[in-house]
T-cell receptor
């Protein structure tokens, strides 16, 4: 089974702190994604990556950055956390090349971040 | 850009009732379609997917979905729900190299 592991299930940070969310997948997937999930808004794409050292902005990239130094690892960084970034963060991966033949998304357990 | 609409935000059913959850998307080009489910306290997992072929797709746990291209729809159905189907359901569409998600439908099944 594909396993997507997120390093922290629950985090509490203060406004202005730098936050790192780590995600590792064990199925050699090319594609990795970071979403945030908020009630009534569904999942919104923050950033995604189709290859090592490659990143593309999603729909809500402001206030976030990412790093993909190795194929299996995709990190989300909040340079200066704000209260409106309190949310559930979901990492996902998928196989296949970008395009119509992509595989399905496999999700991690999620990281619930509270910014005080 | 693509948008995905799930019109039912919260559905309450009794056990054995039939279920249909609506999903419509905005762009009619080549798309891959998915339904995901999130049980309480668990991660999102795939229920079913459509890439091509028979527009009636069967998934896990007795769920099925029908792709109607002319209506830009991919509705989820189950003939008889169980209490264990209580969860949040998300429709997703893949095109333009991205996955687009609907806002989700919370289903509560009363025993």
């Amino acid at each position: 089974d594909v396993k997507v592991t997120q390093s922290s299930r629950y985090l509490v940070k203060r406004t202005g702190e730098k936050v790192f969310l780590e995600c590792v997948q064990d199925m050699d997937h090319e594609n990795m994604f970071w979403y945030r999930q908020d009630p009534g808004l569904g999942l919104r794409l923050i950033y995604f990556s189709y290859d090592v050292k490659m990143k593309e902005k999603g729909d809500i990239p402001e206030g976030y950055s990412v790093s993909r130094e190795k194929k299996e690892r995709f990190s989300l960084i909040l340079e200066s956390a704000s209260t409106n970034q309190t949310s559930m963060y979901l990492c996902a991966s998928s196989s296949g090349l970008a395009g119509a033949d992509t595989g399905e998304l496999f999700f991690g357990e999620g990281s619930r971040l509270t910014v005080l | 850009a693509q948008s995905v609409s799930q019109h039912n935000h919260h559905v309450i059913l009794s056990e054995a009732a039939s279920l249909e959850l609506g999903c419509n998307y905005s762009y009619g080009g080549t798309v891959n379609l998915f339904w995901y489910v999130q049980y309480p306290g668990q991660h999102l997992q795939l229920l079913l997917k459509y890439f091509s072929g028979d527009p009636l797709v069967k998934g896990i746990k007795g769920f099925e979905a029908e792709f109607i291209k002319s209506k830009f729809s991919f509705n989820l159905r189950k003939p008889s729900v169980q209490w264990s189907d209580t969860a949040e359901y998300f429709c997703a569409v893949y095109n333009f190299n991205k996955f687009y998600f609907g806002s989700g439908t919370k289903l509560n099944v009363k025993p």
